[in-house]
């Protein structure tokens, strides 16, 4: 029987090649993270992350190209934010037409070095090729204080979860093309609270806290009405929809009450659940206040 | 006027590309090489590389897929090799379609897999996402000794010319797809001669031995009769076809001559002419003994 990728989904597809993947000596983490962990010879790690898009597929022609560049270099900077690192080299790959027009690609390198240069990451270099779609690669690197590395799978049941911002809504807003990264917040987090798992939304809060559950080996039990959203936003696409690049994180009791009484606090952060031990399984509090399950369905890129 | 990135050709444009990227401290070399060196807080730099590639420009869906992921690993492997260092952690991100069969992707790791597997290369992460086109990205990283880094700038007048093998017929015979990348020759030649500029041969040799003269500021006389081609290969195509993946490098004439005088040596090296002031341009003695000026043309990916 032949299988397609379709039928098997993205996350098994990822879990087969890890398992059968080159390996080497200096990985601290590889696959499965928001970005890998690599031992370099200093007392900081290294963080290597990379994202695609492709035209048709994460971005149309009629999108102002500035913004892509701008996505295609800010989807990494929040893989790395969420791993409590900072960025700091990259290179992109460009897949072209030749006779798109220069103005075009200008301002797709526009887009990516403005982000680039707020966030201090150099553009080292790079490859470009013929394609009838635009396909833009980025391969980013970080580096992140030795031990301070914050991984999907630390969370603890009792321990708190928190995000960074108000979700849903991020495909209509456009804000899936144009968002900051929460470095700064995350940064701010490591340095102070020492949050013990972290995951940036890419595919969906539910899908992504799955991650971390399912990763950290726990369960959750979440509040609809402590989850911000974006105006006119139903819970399901606030759950479901992905992109928002907002971080999830969580925190020891004692962490969540530092933070939640630190004044003054440069940034707002909400908590929306707890932690619970795994056989509980991931569940909401609806709006009328009874618990369901909760199946992560997320963003299916297959 | 509006100008088209056909126009303007792929080398023009990658100077364009670099004069207004985004910088950092810690950058000793970005775009314009094989790839970049990096300041890590150790005694080794870090080398940063990345290459795309696309269905219907680099391979077709009749071809062997493990033979494509091969060529995407290898690819960068050789351009690692040809900075004088040695390869480490690669990140693949893949962009196929829903209705692809898994054993095709699998077949495409597998290839990977095994030829990082034998350069020691561990694949540490990636991103999947979907696409009509089949497109693949590899970003690779790797080490190299503090100083010992090999650009295409360091050629000097005086200085020979050398081939890691024969070159030309790349794309009929297959080897485009599956060739070796000359590492271990990268690495003996640093370890005992300290090569001036080196470079791989993607573009072809016209086109790639122009970027050392170009980044060198230097000229150079090749000899067509010294220049080892693979049989029936007319010496046009083994100028310009490209993707032999073969190395191109400059020794001193003492090492030139320890180069050719080396018993037992473990590979074999083809002087193929020598290094001359910028001001006499770049030529060839051709086969009847007549020199003639060489205008790179080399693979034009626009």
């Known amino acids: 029987m032949v299988q397609r990728l379709k039928d098997l ?16 000596e200096g990985t601290l983490l590889g696959i499965g993270d928001d970005a890998a962990v690599l031992r370099s010879s200093t007392k900081d790690d290294l963080l290597f992350t990379t994202d695609m898009l492709i ?9 102002d190209p500035q913004d892509i560049g701008h996505k295609a270099i800010a989807c990494s900077i929040s893989d790395v934010a969420a791993m409590g690192g900072r960025p700091t080299f990259a290179v992109v790959s460009i897949g072209v037409s030749a006779k798109l027009n220069m103005q075009y690609v ?13 966030f201090r990451v150099g553009i080292v270099g790079g490859d470009t090729v013929r394609s009838s779609q635009i396909v833009i690669n980025v391969a980013l690197l970080g580096t992140v204080k030795r031990g301070q ?25 456009g804000w899936h093309l144009t968002f900051t ?43 609809a009405k402590s989850i911000p959203r974006l105006p006119k936003v139903s819970l399901q696409a606030a ?13 020891s009791p004692q962490s969540s009450k530092r933070l939640l009484s ?6 707002r952060f909400y908590k929306i659940g707890e932690i619970t031990p795994s056989c509980e399984g991931f569940q909401l509090v609806d ?4 618990k369901q399950r909760i199946e992560p369905q997320g963003y299916r890129h297959f």
């Open 262 to 267: 630190f004044r003054p606090s440069p940034y």
């Open 55 to 63: 035209e048709g597929v994460h971005f149309t022609r009629q999108m």
């Open 287 to 290: 709006e009328r206040g009874k």
């Open 106 to 118: 200008q301002r797709l390198y526009d887009g990516m070095n403005r982000i680039a240069r707020r």
């Open 181 to 223: 990264p929460r470095l700064k917040e995350a940064q701010y987090l490591v340095r102070k609270f020492h949050p013990t798992a972290m995951i940036d939304i890419s595919d969906g809060l539910a899908a992504d806290l799955g991650h971390i559950l399912e990763q950290s080996h726990v369960g959750a039990v979440i509040d």
């Open 239 to 251: 759950l479901d929809e992905g992109e928002d690049f907002e971080l999830i994180f969580t925190l």
């Open 9 to 24: 989904g993205e996350f098994e597809f990822i879990r087969r090649i890890a398992r059968t993947v080159s390996k080497r």
């Open 149 to 173: 590395v914050i991984k999907r799978s630390g969370a603890k049941a009792g321990e708190h979860i928190f995000l960074t911002g108000a979700i849903g809504g991020s495909f209509q807003s």
